[in-house]
Each structure stands twice: as C-alpha cells, then as structure tokens.
C-alpha cells in the first residue's frame, strides 16, 4: 500500500470514517459472492440464493451509511451529483407508491427490496467513494471475479464440472454459477466490456498481459454460450466505445494502436476462414458450427425462442394498453402473465403461430418497467440513462477542448452499461442480482 493511500486511511479513521470501509468492503463482497454464490439443487435455478444475498449485504451497507450520515452531519455528499438525484429518486418512489395501484399488492411489497437495492448501490458509490484508489480496486475485483468466471466457463464446455450439473448438456452446457446459460452471459458482458478499454490504454506488460488473459477467458465463455442478445450488447458496446475513441483521437488511433487493429484483424479473418472453409475445427456440432447456425439468418427466421419472445412482447403490449399511465404495479408481469397470454393466444390465428408457456419476464426491461410501473415510470429510467450519457458527453466534450487523453477506466464502465441497456432489448438482466448490482455499481463508479 503507498503512502497516500495509508494517509488517506488514516485520515479517514481520525474523522470517524470507519463506516466508509465497511461500505467499500461490502461492495467488494457483493461483486465476488453474487456471481459465486449457488445452491444447485435449488427448483427455480440459482437466483434465490444471489437475490438473498444482494438483499442482505445492501441493507448492511445502507445501515452503516446511515451511521456515516449520523457523525458526518450532513447529506452533501450525494447532492454534489444534483443531475443524477432527482430522476433516481422519483424512480424509486414511482416503485414505492406503486404498491397503492398495484393488482397484487403482495407482488410489489415482495419485489420492492430487490428494486430499490439499484438506486441504493448508486448512492452508496457517489457518496463514498471519493478517490481513483477505491475506484481502481473495485473495477479490478469486478475484472479478476469475470475472469475467474470466465475460466470456469471454458472448463465446463469441456466437461470440467461438478459431478451433481452432469445433465446439462448442448446449448445450456456453459451456464458458470448461474444455472441458465443467458443469465451467465448476461454477466459476463459487463467485466469483458470494462476489460477491453483498460487492456489498450495499459502500459506494464504484466498486466496488459493478465487482462488479455481475462479477455480471452470472458470472450470464449460468452461466445460458447451462444446467447444472441449478449452478443449483440457487447459488439455494439465496443463499437460504441471505438466511436468515442475516433472521435476524440481522429487519426491517431491508427498510429496509437496499430498493433492492436493489425492484430484484430488477423484475428477476425482467421475466424472467418475457419468458419467458411471446411476443417476439424467447424465440423458439425462443433462450437463454430452452433454459432454458425445460432447467428444465421435462416435458424433467425425460424428459431422458436425469438417467435416466443415476439409473443411475450405482443401480449406485454396488452397489458400496457390496459393501464399505460402507471402501470399494473411493480412486480406484477409474473402474476398477470398467463392471464394476458391466453387473451393474446385466443386471438386469431396466435396459438399455432407462437410457441406459449410461463414467463416470469417479458425479456425487454423496457416494456417490463412500461407494464409494471406504466410510461411514467419507464421515463423516469430514461431519464436516469439520459442524464449519464449526457454528462459522459459533456465530460468527453470538455476533454477533447483541453486535447487531454479519455481515461480508459471511464470508457470501460460506459462500455459495461451501454452492454447491459441493449441486451435488455432481448433479455431481462435488470432483473437478475449479479447483472442489475454490477449495473448500478459501474453507473455510479
């Protein structure tokens, strides 16, 4: 530890910012427990233990802010980031008061912990977290955690597991501590998305080579889990990220990393030809030969799982018709689900035209928080999205005027979220613990 950073403790400690610590401990332990945590023999997959588990640590974490607030005397903290407060908190009332409207009021009360530990996580970052020191040392928990996931990930698609998950086979092979293969990708994309910037702006060999190791591990467990919706979050994450870096560097970039845009572009057409020529490596049922036919246009037209969600979203679209101002309350898709979903499937000709079944998801967030908590609370969100994308370009916009160097950091945690908001087209990762708690942490880093 250097000598700022030990002055900086002992400071801390003289001004009775002990809890400061605790805080930063326990988000430290959220990032490590909620990808790890599993009881496998659990009926409803792997959630209940991580959603138990963010639920405990965040009421610890608030409980000893509280104390913080107490000795400091004061909320300043949180109000110097004014463009944010607002639309957080709203956002989090409009899922409070919803309990008052809401169908199944017992739904909403069970759901609301679970919700607010978003927003709660966002204050907790703003209001403690003052130095690069503890910013650095959370990013590279969240990055060596993906990477220990994703290593486990490679070595469950070659048949290196628990004895007792021997049954999952084919596409759900690769699920990591999840249990279902589209929640591992769902979050794996968020340390990979953060690992990419900082592995380019990154000068000591040792640990641009350690990150090219994580990068490899996140990359090949998410490509072999085959989920289309991560796929697209992450590609148009980085092209988003690249963007930025053009803009900011123009023709420099090539200069800058050239290396690393030769390398990128041997890698792309060594794919490729292993893709389009016939070998060992594309043979049919091997990886390439899944991803070849889970991305082709043909299985995209005809695949069952895209027709269900088209189905959920129509019959999701039925239950905002119904009550598209406030919504029918927050937690309530799961119990209005089947009832809406047999209205959709009496009409016409939906039933042989659509596969049905459960859904617990609408699998799109945003018509999800439309139907639970109406168009005012989904622009309320919004509002949240707009607000960081807007200081981030100002921030952006400021630093090219001074022709200063974007901080790689900065990109990596703008990438993650940008990944998160366009799976949440396809999937629901704002409703799973590790990916909605890795959300809210990297928008308030």
Same mark, same amino acid.
């Given at each position: 530890?250097?000598?700022?950073?030990?002055?900086?403790?002992?400071?801390?400690?003289?001004?009775?910012?002990?809890?400061?610590?605790?805080?930063?401990?326990?988000?430290?332990?959220?990032?490590?427990?909620?990808?790890?945590?599993?009881?496998?023999?659990?009926?409803?997959?792997?959630?209940?233990?991580?959603?138990?588990?963010?639920?405990?640590?965040?009421?610890?974490?608030?409980?000893?802010?509280?104390?913080?607030?107490?000795?400091?005397?004061?909320?300043?903290?949180?109000?110097?980031?004014?463009?944010?407060?607002?639309?957080?908190?709203?956002?989090?009332?409009?899922?409070?008061?919803?309990?008052?409207?809401?169908?199944?009021?017992?739904?909403?009360?069970?759901?609301?912990?679970?919700?607010?530990?978003?927003?709660?996580?966002?204050?907790?970052?703003?209001?403690?977290?003052?130095?690069?020191?503890?910013?650095?040392?959370?990013?590279?928990?969240?990055?060596?955690?993906?990477?220990?996931?994703?290593?486990?990930?490679?070595?469950?698609?070659?048949?290196?597991?628990?004895?007792?998950?021997?049954?999952?086979?084919?596409?759900?092979?690769?699920?990591?501590?999840?249990?279902?293969?589209?929640?591992?990708?769902?979050?794996?994309?968020?340390?990979?998305?953060?690992?990419?910037?900082?592995?380019?702006?990154?000068?000591?060999?040792?640990?641009?080579?350690?990150?090219?190791?994580?990068?490899?591990?996140?990359?090949?467990?998410?490509?072999?889990?085959?989920?289309?919706?991560?796929? +697209? /979050? &992450? *590609?148009?994450? #980085? %092209? !988003?990220?690249?963007? $930025?870096?053009?803009?900011?560097?123009?023709?420099?970039?090539?200069?800058?990393?050239?290396?690393?845009?030769?390398?990128?572009?041997?890698?792309?057409?060594?794919?490729?030809?292993?893709?389009?020529?016939?070998?060992?490596?594309?043979?049919?049922?091997?990886?390439?030969?899944?991803?070849?036919?889970?991305?082709?246009?043909?299985?995209?037209?005809?695949?069952?799982?895209?027709?269900?969600?088209?189905?959920?979203?129509?019959?999701?679209?039925?239950?905002?018709?119904?009550?598209?101002?406030?919504?029918?309350?927050?937690?309530?898709?799961?119990?209005?689900?089947?009832?809406?979903?047999?209205?959709?499937?009496?009409?016409?000709?939906?039933?042989?035209?659509?596969?049905?079944?459960?859904?617990?998801?609408?699998?799109?967030?945003?018509?999800?928080?439309?139907?639970? +908590? /109406? &168009? *005012?609370?989904? #622009? %309320? !969100?919004?509002?949240? $999205?707009?607000?960081?994308?807007?200081?981030?370009?100002?921030?952006?916009?400021?630093?090219?005027?001074?022709?200063?160097?974007?901080?790689?950091?900065?990109?990596?945690?703008?990438?993650?979220?940008?990944?998160?908001?366009?799976?949440?087209?396809?999937?629901?990762?704002?409703?799973?613990?590790?990916?909605?708690?890795?959300?809210?942490?990297?928008?308030?880093?």
């Amino acid at each position: 530890m250097d000598r700022k950073l030990r002055n900086n403790n002992y400071n801390a400690i003289e001004n009775k910012d002990i809890p400061v610590f605790a805080i930063e401990d326990i988000i430290i332990l959220l990032i490590i427990l909620l990808p790890v945590v599993f009881y496998p023999y659990l009926l409803t997959i792997f959630n209940p233990a991580k959603d138990l588990i963010l639920k405990i640590l965040t009421i610890i974490a608030v409980a000893f802010w509280v104390i913080l607030l107490i000795i400091r005397g004061k909320t300043s903290a949180i109000t110097t980031y004014k463009p944010y407060v607002l639309p957080v908190l709203l956002f989090s009332a409009i899922g409070i008061i919803s309990i008052f409207w809401s169908n199944n009021p017992y739904a909403a009360i069970q759901t609301l912990p679970f919700f607010l530990a978003g927003p709660l996580l966002f204050f907790l970052i703003i209001s403690n977290f003052k130095n690069r020191d503890q910013v650095n040392k959370i990013v590279f928990i969240i990055i060596i955690t993906g990477t220990l996931m994703g290593v486990y990930g490679v070595l469950q698609y070659f048949g290196i597991d628990f004895s007792f998950w021997k049954a999952n086979y084919g596409r759900n092979k690769v699920f990591g501590l999840f249990g279902n293969v589209n929640y591992f990708a769902e979050y794996i994309i968020i340390p990979l998305a953060i690992s990419i910037p900082v592995f380019l702006s990154m000068n000591k060999k040792y640990f641009k080579y350690l990150l090219l190791f994580g990068i490899t591990a996140m990359g090949m467990s998410l490509f072999l889990t085959f989920t289309r919706g991560s796929y +697209l /979050g &992450i *590609i148009l994450s #980085l %092209l !988003f990220i690249f963007s $930025i870096i053009f803009f900011c560097e123009g023709k420099d970039i090539f200069k800058k990393y050239h290396k690393i845009i030769v390398l990128l572009l041997v890698i792309v057409l060594l794919i490729t030809t292993l893709a389009i020529i016939p070998n060992p490596l594309n043979k049919k049922y091997s990886a390439i030969d899944r991803f070849k036919t889970r991305v082709s246009l043909t299985r995209l037209a005809q695949d069952k799982s895209i027709a269900a969600r088209i189905a959920t979203w129509k019959y999701t679209w039925l239950m905002i018709k119904d009550k598209p101002w406030l919504g029918s309350g927050l937690g309530t898709f799961p119990y209005n689900s089947i009832r809406y979903q047999a209205i959709f499937m009496s009409k016409g000709d939906n039933r042989s035209l659509y596969p049905h079944g459960i859904d617990a998801q609408a699998h799109n967030e945003y018509l999800q928080y439309w139907a639970e +908590l /109406g &168009i *005012i609370g989904l #622009l %309320l !969100f919004l509002w949240i $999205i707009a607000v960081y994308y807007q200081q981030f370009f100002k921030y952006i916009k400021n630093e090219k005027k001074k022709q200063k160097e974007l901080p790689a950091l900065l990109l990596g945690l703008m990438g993650a979220v940008t990944a998160v908001l366009i799976d949440s087209l396809f999937g629901f990762p704002l409703h799973l613990p590790a990916s909605f708690a890795l959300f809210w942490i990297t928008m308030g880093l």
